[in-house]
């Protein structure tokens, strides 16, 4: 029988946003199923058995706990310890398996069947499972939707009054589709609760003076600013607080219903005060104090422990978490504004159309809310996810594609738990609305405490190409992001990156204009200069003059006067400038920042920033946002000759049986076959070991033919010997062989076997590889052969799926590009047949997360055609987390499934 596979276990949100737990079946789960049966109508048990039974019998309970998990697959969806729903499969022929769903009477209309069959499709896939099978009684129509509105192409055939439905459990676009919006519509409802709730209980537990009385009591502060007429619950709180707040001493004195739950207190309070939230019918829980997972030193697992717990209580309770340690939430919906942070900020109205924050620690919280004051940023929604346990970056994004007051996404990310995820998520809301983000660190994958993620073994500009495939503008500094946030929020996107310069400073002109060409902006005509002492006159005639030219997409206006700061008259004079033209402004101007009245006119702001420096960087953030979103519906590749199921297949047999965490390197010819799956051809290699066998080899492929050792240390490196071609008859393999066999002996002490392989025809050896990696899933990379690449690091790296687009500026991205254009007159190779590679390998490591490592090298592009003289391919346990199943984070650890540093190391070859 197979382990069971903890890596099927997630907790997911339905149709109405609550969350509940998706595992495979137990045999420990028989009184639980029969518990969901003996409550079934008597119609659901003939849909599902096609006969009445009023009980399971112990055979019928055995038989439907105890499976396999490979050809016999169950997973069931609970709720605490009852069960919800069952789906499962039984594979009746190789690829083809029989599938069936059970879903409790109480639980219809919430999504569950949709669910299961998202999972166990995915499970199907990874068992090499291609086609599903079901009857049906025409009567249950319910079943038949699950399947059609899934995306997939339904055969439905009737014969003795049974429905036979037959579809493809491959993945497509469609498909894909549908799921992403299942999963947005749902996480984004489950988030209501947090970020648009209609009431709210704010409640201090422990000891008076402690951390959560702190909390609590600067909490409340701000709560009661905002224009919020819901009904507010306050218990334990001493600070004094007017009406029309409601006081209680406990939990146990509230009848609610209630939506939002905000706690502060000792960790163990929180974690028990879990029961009486769920009997209030509390949705989402904000927990503000410490005392969890960021511990540190010997109490450190402790802490873990009771993050774990309260991760686990809250799931069962159907709350979903912010926090622990959160900075608080602001949140807008149909009972008003509510501020629920640790901010003694000013009391905001209503807000129609602005910002919405995210960021997880505490200081980091801080930070935002008092910049983004100061920049008066009108703030639509704020979340603090703390040690980020539940609720995550991903839930907040899903959240602000369905909030119309929030224009403007800005996250200040210290961790990421699925950047797989969060790419699909931002990919599709940039779209629409601009996102901008700060990733703490230097390298973008530090894990601060409490925060349990998988890690990478991929370089930084993994993450930064991450970001920008999705359309996020990646600031350096938070500053940065809120000034990119408020142009975004108040101007329109520049229709290019033609900027001009306006100052009344010549030396500030010309720095402004050098700064802007740096960053990739095209300055456009000389800086308009003015007057060091230029009033508002002056400006109005000289923004007149510019707003009648052509040849500009925005502007930047970088007042200086030599004393003093910014006259009134001057901001509206830029002001109404602005909104008279319509293009894209921003100013720095001395005393103003942010969005300032004064320099409004109309519904026209013209943002402004610190230093004009400053004006340049958040110009050139929305440009790049501008130039992605123009090309954000481009199509993905999809090359012919495809063959992704027969492809599963194969990568199923070849992993049954390999332990988690071990990876098994594929022998030339099975490693062919799977390539071709994928149309990618490898040229073909005979493996020898003496003189006699080389020849025969060469006279079968016919001359000329290459010799090469077959050591990853030496098989490409022809400048060290490893590799002899041209070799033109019987005498030159001979003479090769003798000076190969040698050379690798003195280099590595001993005989390795040679490959002789046909010539290929001359042209320029690159490097094409897809990886799949623990943090980001499916990675492709590009670069030139040789040295030089690796040492450099001149390699270009994307996250699949990608566009043509994608591919092409690969290609032209490494610095050493300019050898495949005809550099110093050489030929010009074929760039179309060295994409279709990258293509090709981009589709696969995307499809099959089994695919742990694929190296293509060299990939030698001649002036017509690429050809593949050697490759390398790995497979391994898919961990991939975002496989076409909706889940939500896994919290306080991190899934059982992810390969170690030193299990990794494990390698075994394998035959197919």
């Known amino acids: 029988m197979e382990a069971y596979p903890t890596w099927w276990e997630a907790d997911v949100a339905l149709r109405d946003g609550t969350p509940m737990h998706i595992r495979p079946i137990r045999p420990d789960d028989a009184e639980a199923l029969q518990r969901m049966h003996l409550a079934q109508s008597e119609q659901s048990k003939y849909f599902r058995f096609f006969a009445p039974i009023g009980r399971l019998s112990d055979r019928d309970l055995h038989r439907f706990t105890n499976v396999d998990h490979r050809n016999r697959v169950a997973l069931v969806l609970t709720e605490g310890e009852e069960i919800r729903a069952v789906g499962r499969f039984d594979v009746v022929t190789p690829g083809r398996a029989e599938v069936a769903f059970y879903v409790a009477d109480t639980e219809h209309g919430r999504g569950l069947g949709s669910v299961l069959l998202e999972h166990l499709a995915a499970a199907g896939r990874e068992r090499g499972v291609h086609t599903f099978l079901a009857d049906v009684l025409p009567a249950n129509a319910r079943m038949i939707r699950v399947f059609t509105d899934a995306g997939y192409e339904v055969a439905q055939q009737y014969?003795?009054?049974?429905?036979?439905?037959?579809?493809?459990?491959?993945?497509?676009?469609?498909?894909?589709?549908?799921?992403?919006?299942?999963?947005?519509?749902?996480?984004?409802?489950?988030?209501?609760?947090?970020?648009?709730?209609r009431s709210v209980v704010l409640a201090r537990l422990g000891p008076d003076d402690g951390e959560g009385d702190v909390l609590a009591a600067a909490a409340v502060r701000s709560l009661l600013t905002g224009t919020f007429t819901g009904p507010v619950h306050l218990v334990g709180v001493r600070a004094p607080v007017p009406a029309p707040a409601e006081h209680h001493e406990s939990l146990a004195d509230l009848t609610g219903p209630v939506e939002l739950a905000v706690l502060a207190g000792p960790a163990e309070d929180i974690t028990d005060a879990v029961p009486a939230l769920r009997r209030l019918g509390v949705r989402a829980l904000v927990v503000l104090s410490h005392g969890f997972g960021e511990i540190q030193g010997e109490a450190g697992p402790a802490g873990m422990a009771r993050q774990r717990l309260l991760l686990r209580r809250t799931r069962e309770a159907g709350i979903r978490l912010v926090g622990p340690a959160s900075y608080g939430v602001i949140g807008q919906g149909d009972a008003g504004r509510y501020d629920i942070t640790l901010w003694a900020g000013d009391p905001a109205e209503d807000v129609t159309r602005g910002i919405g924050l995210f960021c997880q620690s505490g200081p980091g919280g801080r930070t935002l809310r008092s910049t983004a004051e100061r920049r008066q940023l009108p703030l639509a929604s704020f979340l603090s996810a703390g040690l980020r346990v539940d609720v995550s970056g991903n839930d907040t994004l899903q959240f602000w594609s369905a909030h119309d007051p929030t224009a403007v996404g800005a996250l200040y990310l210290e961790s990421m738990g699925n950047p797989r995820k969060f790419s699909r998520i931002a990919r599709h809301l940039s779209a629409t609305k601009p996102l901008v983000a700060v990733v703490s660190g230097q390298t973008g994958q530090g894990t601060p405490p409490g925060h349990a993620v998988r890690t990478s073994r991929q370089p930084q500009r993994v993450l930064t190409e991450l970001l920008r495939q999705a359309g996020v503008v990646r600031a350096r500094t938070l500053p940065e992001m809120l000034d990119v946030a408020g142009l975004l929020l108040a101007q329109p996107l520049p229709a290019g990156p033609r900027t001009a310069v306006v100052s009344s400073s010549a030396a500030l002109a010309a720095l402004v204009a050098d700064v802007a060409a740096a960053q990739g902006l095209q300055v456009a005509g000389s800086p308009v200069t003015l007057e060091p002492l230029a009033g508002a006159k002056q400006y109005a005639s000289a923004l007149g003059d510019l707003s009648a030219r052509d040849d500009w997409d925005a502007v930047v206006?970088?007042?200086?006067?030599?004393?003093?700061?910014t006259d009134p008259e001057v901001a509206r004079a830029i002001a109404e400038a602005a909104a008279a033209d319509g293009r894209t402004w921003v100013t720095s101007a001395p005393g103003l920042h942010g969005l300032d009245p004064a320099l409004r006119s109309g519904d026209v702001t013209v943002p402004a920033t610190a230093t004009a420096e400053d004006a340049v960087a958040a110009l050139t953030g929305a440009v790049r946002y501008a130039r992605w979103r123009a090309h954000a519906a481009d199509?993905?590749?999809?090359?012919?000759?495809?063959?992704?199921?027969?492809?599963?297949?194969?990568?199923?047999?070849?992993?049954?049986?390999l332990p988690v965490g071990s990876r098994r390197t594929l022998d030339a010819a099975t490693a062919a076959r799977l390539l071709g799956h994928y149309g990618i051809e490898v040229l073909p290699a005979t493996t020898v070991t003496d003189a006699t066998q080389a020849v025969a080899a060469a006279d079968r492929y016919g001359y000329p033919v290459a010799l090469k050792t077959s050591s990853d240390v030496l098989r490409h490196r022809a400048d060290l010997g490893g590799v002899s071609l041209d070799l033109s008859d019987a005498e030159d393999v001979r003479e090769a062989f003798g000076r190969l066999t040698a050379r690798t002996r003195h280099i590595l002490g001993r005989d390795v076997p040679l490959e002789v392989q046909p010539m290929a025809p001359p042209g320029v050896a690159c490097v094409v590889r897809g990886t799949e990696d623990d943090l980001y899933g499916p990675v492709v990379s590009f670069g030139m052969g040789g040295d030089a690449t690796e040492l450099l690091g001149d390699v270009s790296f994307r996250i699949p799926p990608l566009t043509a687009a994608d591919v092409s500026d690969m290609v032209r991205s490494v610095r050493a590009a300019p050898r495949l254009f005809g550099h110093r007159k050489l030929p010009v190779v074929d760039i179309e047949a060295l994409e279709d590679?990258?293509?090709?390998?981009?589709?696969?490591?995307?499809?099959?997360?089994?695919?742990?490592e694929v190296s293509l090298n060299p990939v030698i592009v001649a002036e017509e055609g690429a050809r593949i003289a050697g490759c390398t391919v790995r497979v391994a346990r898919p961990v991939r987390q975002d496989a076409g199943r909706r889940a939500l984070p896994s919290g306080g650890s991190v899934p059982e499934g992810t390969a170690s540093e030193e299990s990794s190391r494990r390698e075994e070859s394998v035959e197919e």
Do not use: K, N, Q
């Not at 894909?176 to 996480?187: F, K, L, N, T, Y």
């Not at 590679?837 to 742990?852: H, Y």
């Open 159 to 197: 014969e003795d009054g049974v429905l036979a439905v037959s579809f493809s459990i491959e993945e497509t676009e469609r498909s894909w589709r549908v799921m992403a919006e299942r999963e947005r519509h749902a996480e984004s409802l489950s988030m209501r609760t947090v970020l648009a709730a």
């Open 635 to 657: 199509p993905l590749v999809d090359r012919p000759g495809v063959d992704p199921v027969g492809a599963r297949a194969m990568v199923a047999r070849i992993v049954e049986g």
């Open 557 to 565: 206006v970088a007042h200086a006067p030599p004393v003093g700061g």
């Open 837 to 852: 590679v990258i293509a090709r390998t981009s589709m696969l490591t995307d499809d099959l997360p089994e695919v742990a």
